[in-house]
Structure formats: structure tokens, C-alpha cells
């Protein structure tokens, strides 16, 4: 098993560079998935994919390789997790819950953990490849945060009692007269409405099982990321932040043990020959600004190449195309940039 | 006098943050009252501590001029305190796995704390009471987070009953109400002008509408009239790749000004190493160039 995570704040090019990656992993004979959680349908564009859940295979002239993309769906996704773990009996309640819409149709936060068990459906599916773009989130590491939370939070003695006995126990006169007796509880429910939070815990209730079922394969896919020979994350940047994003991801990648495998710096531009004849203020204007460009990036990257040697981190420098790269052939140019030294063609 | 919301959006890393805080300093130097919202994790704000040295060089704005950072779950707490006394049993509360739990399982109550928020700097400007801010900039999230984050007042009210829901409700009112100016925020590349005109649409869906678009990070040569020639031959590659760029750059901008939705302000590429307030004054320059103020004026 390969896995590849593509980290980095938005519009640096992630999606490209995972596809980038995923096609150099496909050629070497792997059946490979990239997998793009960024809710922009880049990948589709890029590929030139149907819309739709699920995989959609990469289509290729000459001998192709194995290649499939898919864009997360967190309604699919959750209603798959749903349909295939939760209890027969309450495969219904739980869809037609209000709690369920406003997850679904809100779909705040909700990305970051279909992702995880979007990845344990791919491995269960027999990828021997997964490469991940995810998204420039709110907090770049929600997507691995937020499942090992959640993890925590249905294993809590009280969520897991509540879980287990809301319904017979808000049914009963006792139930009742033991949340008022409960002090805090029945604050909490002044404050936001009674209505809500028995609406909160029933849908609990009823999604317990399903829930404890993901804890525990989020956490085993969330440890499998961090053996450094299965899974390497790629920090995805571009110059002008190319100092700022790689020392912070190194430091929260470090934080969380989780190995990087190198920093790719995008959009680099190209340098510039001397002299260069000019005819007219147009040239020269063009020439003064690409000129003032290239070589305030390429101070950047020398200081920023020296730093990460010294780490002991690799770095590949991608150049700036004029256009973004649409199709594979686009893709091609830049896989052949990134791909190892030690890699078999 | 009411205030005004304006929403700088817009695909990630297009300038949103930077955008805003130039704005900002613009609108301040010409003697406005500006208090520019972020909900950015902290490491994004740095770019606000590049207003350091502000003081010094101009006194006046850099009185009229704040920026807050909300974070969701500090006006949560705030609103338990508030509302359970006496403060001992709202610390308990706080530190109880009770409510732990329930802020984390709640779907978008954070997001619907930051509107709650933003809706009460809006509304009742209490930082200083004799000069209340005319004009509330928000350095909104990337585009889906954005949406999501617009639509949590909306479901809140929808789904729920009691406290909760009524807030949902008048958030979603003063949005509906507030002199709001939502200026998305692009690079000239066909995914950011792509998404800009998606992002249009679901703002539509939501019966808003953007009132212009900032055009950020274009080259000199996108204000230039006349047509492009080729560049010299002996330029080589160097030649095609600004000759490319500028092309496809024109090709975008122009795809903005014929959705015809509002002017499309343009803001060029600023070389830096650092960000620095020099940056941040070039920026504000450029932006006043634009006809922002008159626009934000109106």
C-alpha cells in the first residue's frame, strides 16, 4: 500500500501536483486513486471527468495504466457508511432525521471526517495506490484531527451511556425526573432549547452504533498514515509562501508523527536570460515586471533550498505554466519532474 | 448612521486576506472607521501584524483602523456566560464534557457562532462607544466554507426550535437587511474566475448578489490598450510565457466584465519578500485607485 497525503493552503496547485503524483504511481503498475476532498471541481476539469460519486476511471492512449479519481462526496459517502454499518431496523430513522439534514445540508465540518472513511473504503476496495489532495481547510489538519476527535468522543463513558439508553430513558417517568435533577443538563437545554438537544441525543442514539463503528476505523486508518514506509505527506506550496507554509507544515506534520516525503514549490517562474533586446515601453514594461518576479522568488527559494537541505527534506521546484495544465498530457509535464530517482519507469 | 458589511470571498489564496486589510487602511486614511473581521486560524493573521508601524506613519488611521479575530468557540463561551449565572455553575458547564461534546457534535455551531458574532459587531458597535465603526470588512473564508458558513443561519432556523432557531432567524434577517457589499475576490486563471462565476450563482440560490469583483495579482500589461504583438524572437521561451500569460490573463478578465454582475476593480502583483506595511500601503494605494471608496461610499 502507497499513500500519499497533498497538504498546503489553497490555490498552489494541490490537485494537480496529487494528480501529478497518482499518474507516477499508476505507471508503476499500481491500481492507484486520487481522491480530491477540495470542494472546487478541479479534478474534474483537470481529467476531463463525468460528474458523480464514486470513481470514474482515468482514460489514456496507449497502454493505460490504472488509474481512477474520484471527488468526495460527503453524502454518498455517509449514506454508504450508513447503509453498510448501521442496524438493519434503523437504516431509515437514521436517513430521515432532522439531525441527518442539517449534517448533510450544512455539511460544515463534515468533509474532514467522510474523508477518512472515504480512504478505508478505497483500501477495503482493493486501491493499492491512494493519493489524497485534500482541502485548504479552515485548519489545514482538521481533515486528521477531527476523526481522531470524534474517535475520542463516542468512546466518553457518558455520549456511549446516553447513546446506549437515551430513548428507553427519555421515555420513562424517571428519565424525566432525572434530567431535572440533573442541573447542568437542564441548563444547557434552557440555553439552547429542550427541543434541540433531545433532537442531539436521540439522533445519537440511533447513529451509535454507525458512529462507533467509524471511530474505530478512522483511528486505525488515521495510524496507518504515520508509518513513514507506507505513506509519505507532500507539502504542496508556492514561492512567495514557500518559507512561511513549509516551516509550519514541517512543525505540525512533526507534531503529529506523521512523515513528510518532501516539499514541492509550484508555479516557479522562469529565470531570466541577459540581455534581452527591447523594441518598445510594452516590452520593457513586460520585461521590468517578469524580471522583478523571477528574481524575488528565486531569493526566496535559494534561502528556502538551503534551509530544507539542511533538514533533510527533498524539494522539487515545478515551473509556472502560461495556463493551467488541462488533460494528462498537462499532468505528464510535471509528473515527469516530480518523479524519484529510485522509481521504476 | 448604519453600518456597512463587506465581504472580501473568494477561492483560497487569491488575496482575500491582504485584499481586505489594504482596503481597510485605505478606507481608514480617508478618516473612516474600519474594523476588518477575520475567522482565520491565527498563523493567517500575521499579515495583520504587518500593520505594525502603523501608528507612526499616520496616526489618524491607525486610530479609526482594528482588527478582531473571532474564534468560534470563545463566543460560545461568552454566550454561556451570559446566559448561566451565577458564574461559578456557567464555569462548570464550560468544563463539563456535557457541553464539550455537544459543541463539537452540533453540526456548524461554530460557524453559526461566528455569525452570531459578526451580527453583534454589526449592530451594536460597543468597542468604543463614541465612535462606533461605520464600515465592517470581513475576510470571509474560502468559497465552500463561506457558503456553508452563510447557509448555517438558515438551517439553524430551519431545523431547530427555541433559542437557537430564533437566533437563526434574525441572523438570516440582518443578512437579508444589512447594507451588505459582497466583493468576491479572483486571480485572472481560469479556475479562480470559474469558481467566481459558480460562487455567483450560489450566492444567487441565497438572493444575494455580489456588487463588483476584485481582480487580483494582475500584470501591467492587463491595463495596456493596445493589442499584443509578439514578443522578440530572441526572447525564446521567456517570450511564449508572457506572451501566454498575458493572453489567458485578458481572456479572464474579460470573462469577469461580461458577466456584467458589476466593475471589476483591477490590483497588480506586488513582489515581496516579506509582508511588510510597505506592502500593505502599496496594496491600499492601488486599491484607491480602483474606485473601492467611492463604491464602498454609495
Keep these: 500500500m502507497v499513500i500519499r497525503i497533498c497538504v498546503g493552503t489553497g490555490g498552489v496547485g494541490k490537485t494537480t501536483v496529487a494528480t501529478a503524483v497518482a499518474l507516477n504511481l499508476a505507471r508503476q503498475g499500481r491500481r492507484t486513486l486520487v481522491l480530491t476532498i477540495d470542494p472546487a471541481k478541479r479534478l474534474r476539469t483537470l481529467l476531463g471527468l463525468e460528474a458523480g460519486p464514486g470513481e470514474h476511471k482515468v482514460r489514456l492512449g496507449g497502454a493505460p495504466p490504472d488509474l481512477w479519481a474520484a471527488q468526495l462526496d460527503v453524502e454518498y459517502t455517509l449514506a454508504q457508511a450508513v447503509r453498510q454499518y448501521g442496524d438493519p431496523g434503523q437504516i431509515d430513522s437514521v436517513l430521515e432525521h432532522p439531525i441527518f439534514h442539517v449534517l448533510i445540508s450544512s455539511l460544515a465540518g463534515m468533509e474532514e471526517l467522510m474523508a477518512i472513511e472515504y480512504m478505508d473504503q478505497a483500501i477495503r476496495k482493493g486501491f493499492e495506490a491512494i493519493v489524497v489532495d485534500t482541502a485548504p481547510s479552515r485548519h489545514a489538519f482538521e481533515f486528521l484531527d477531527k476523526p481522531e476527535f470524534f474517535a475520542d468522543l463516542v468512546s466518553f463513558p457518558l455520549v456511549k451511556l446516553v447513546g446506549r439508553s437515551y430513548r428507553i430513558w427519555a421515555a420513562s417517568p424517571l428519565g424525566r425526573l432525572g434530567r431535572r435533577s440533573l442541573e447542568l443538563y437542564s441548563r444547557l437545554e434552557d440555553l439552547i432549547g429542550a427541543h434541540v438537544v433531545s433532537q442531539v441525543l436521540d439522533f445519537y442514539s440511533l447513529f451509535r452504533t454507525i458512529a462507533e463503528g467509524y471511530a474505530e476505523r478512522a483511528r486505525t486508518t488515521v495510524e496507518r498514515l504515520r508509518h513513514a514506509g507506507e505513506c509519505g505527506f507532500i507539502v504542496v506550496t508556492i514561492p512567495s509562501k514557500a518559507e512561511q507554509d513549509s516551516s509550519f507544515f514541517r512543525k505540525e506534520l512533526t507534531k503529529r508523527r506523521f512523515p513528510i516525503e518532501k516539499v514541492v514549490v509550484n508555479r516557479c517562474w522562469p529565470s531570466l536570460p541577459e540581455p534581452l533586446e527591447v523594441h518598445s515601453d510594452l516590452e520593457r514594461e513586460a520585461l521590468t515586471w517578469c524580471r522583478d518576479v523571477a528574481s524575488t522568488q528565486q531569493r526566496l527559494l535559494s534561502e528556502l533550498e538551503n534551509r530544507l537541505e539542511g533538514q533533510g527534506i527533498a524539494a522539487v521546484l515545478l515551473p509556472e505554466l502560461a495556463s493551467p495544465p488541462v488533460g494528462l498530457d498537462g499532468v505528464d509535464r510535471l509528473a515527469g519532474e516530480l518523479r524519484n530517482d529510485d522509481d521504476e519507469p | ?298
Excluded at chain 2, 30 to 50: D, F, K, Q, T, Y
Excluded at chain 2, 261 to 266: E, K, L, R, T
Aim: aromatic share 8%; net charge negative; proline share 5%.
Design chain 2, 1 to 298: 448612521m448604519s453600518v456597512k458589511l463587506v465581504v472580501f470571498c473568494g477561492k483560497g489564496g487569491v488575496g482575500k486576506s491582504t485584499l481586505a486589510i489594504g482596503a481597510s487602511l485605505a478606507l481608514a486614511e480617508a478618516g473612516r472607521r474600519v474594523l476588518v473581521v477575520s475567522s482565520h486560524p491565527i498563523r493567517e493573521l500575521a499579515l495583520s501584524l504587518s500593520l505594525a508601524g502603523l501608528e507612526e506613519w499616520n496616526r489618524a488611521a491607525a486610530s479609526g483602523l482594528y482588527v478582531v479575530h473571532i474564534d468560534p468557540l470563545r463566543v460560545l463561551a461568552s454566550i454561556v456566560r451570559k446566559g448561566v449565572h451565577p458564574g461559578r455553575l456557567a464555569e462548570l458547564l464550560l468544563s463539563s464534557r456535557i457541553y464539550r461534546s455537544f459543541v463539537e457534535i452540533v453540526p456548524a455551531l461554530k460557524e453559526f457562532a461566528f455569525l452570531w458574532k459578526l451580527q453583534e459587531l454589526a449592530t451594536e458597535p460597543r468597542a468604543n462607544q463614541s465612535h462606533p465603526f461605520e464600515l465592517l470588512l470581513w475576510d470571509a473564508p474560502a468559497t465552500g466554507h463561506f457558503l456553508e458558513t452563510l447557509k448555517a443561519a438558515v438551517n439553524f432556523e430551519q431545523f431547530f426550535v427555541g433559542p437557537l432557531a430564533d437566533q437563526g432567524a434574525a441572523i438570516s434577517a440582518f443578512l437579508r437587511t444589512a447594507v451588505l457589499q459582497i466583493l468576491p475576490v479572483c486571480v485572472p486563471e481560469e479556475m479562480s474566475v470559474d469558481e467566481t462565476l459558480e460562487l455567483v450563482e450560489s450566492l444567487r440560490r441565497l438572493h444575494l448578489k455580489p456588487s463588483g469583483f476584485l481582480c487580483n495579482m494582475v500584470s501591467p500589461l492587463l491595463s495596456q490598450q493596445q493589442e499584443l504583438q509578439p514578443f522578440p524572437e530572441s526572447w525564446g521561451d521567456l517570450g511564449i510565457f508572457i506572451g501566454q500569460h498575458a493572453c489567458e490573463e485578458r481572456h479572464q478578465y474579460g470573462r469577469l466584465r461580461e458577466s456584467r454582475i458589476g466593475s471589476v476593480m483591477q490590483v497588480q502583483r506586488v513582489n515581496r519578500e516579506e509582508p511588510n506595511l510597505d506592502f500593505l500601503l502599496r496594496i491600499a494605494d492601488q486599491l484607491r485607485n480602483t474606485g473601492l471608496a467611492e463604491m464602498l461610499e454609495e
